[in-house]
């Protein structure tokens, strides 16, 4: 009869652990999804502001061009990437599947982010009176980019290019990855 109990107590203790470590695991998992997403709105606050300086809504201050830029820097590239590994797929969240299936793709894009946040900070850092024109996009700059447009087989320096130009190449990852990684609701 004691060995009955035995082996029972170890069975409800082994169930016990069972459950508690899914239960742990479903709240990292709750946590991983609320820390994507309040990353993701973070970021989303930081272009808005950049955006407000380009629209002339919100006067230049280099610093907070520059804070706001090393916010999405920080939030990019590996960092981003890392809140993606294993199952990207969980309760709450809009990642799709896609995400695991095209690894090298989504990091690209995790990375390509940070490369046009970084250059926008640069630019700061080299305006730091006035957003002037050399900071403003040209004739011929949305030509060299864009969903649609002829990819040039030169890649060019972000740093070199016009800070609003790399700022809206820096949108267009946002979107192109929204787009293919992200649940489209209508």
Not at 18 to 30: F, L, P, Y
Not at 155 to 177: G, K, N, Y
Request: one cysteine or more; proline letters at 4%.
């Amino acid at each position: 009869m004691c060995l009955n109990a035995a082996k029972w107590s170890g069975l409800i203790l082994a169930a016990v652990a069972a459950i508690s470590a899914a239960a742990a695991q479903e709240v990292s998992s709750d946590d991983v999804v609320q820390e994507r997403q309040q990353d993701m709105k973070v970021m989303a606050a930081a272009a808005k502001s950049i955006n407000a300086m380009f629209k002339g809504t919100s006067p230049y201050d280099a610093k907070s061009f520059k804070a706001a830029a090393e916010i999405i820097r920080q939030h990019s590239g590996e960092k981003l990437s890392a809140l993606f590994d294993g199952s990207v797929t969980a309760a709450g969240s809009k990642a799709t599947a896609n995400i695991e299936s095209e690894r090298p793709k989504f990091d690209k894009l995790a990375a390509d982010l940070g490369v046009y946040a970084s250059a926008l900070s640069v630019a700061a850092a080299r305006n730091p009176d006035v957003l002037g024109p050399g900071m403003r996009m040209r004739a011929g700059d949305a030509m060299m980019g864009g969903p649609l447009a002829k990819k040039s087989t030169a890649v060019r320096d972000p740093t070199s290019m016009p800070a609003e130009h790399a700022f809206h190449l820096m949108l267009q990852t946002c979107t192109s990855c929204h787009a293919k990684f992200r649940v489209q609701t209508e």
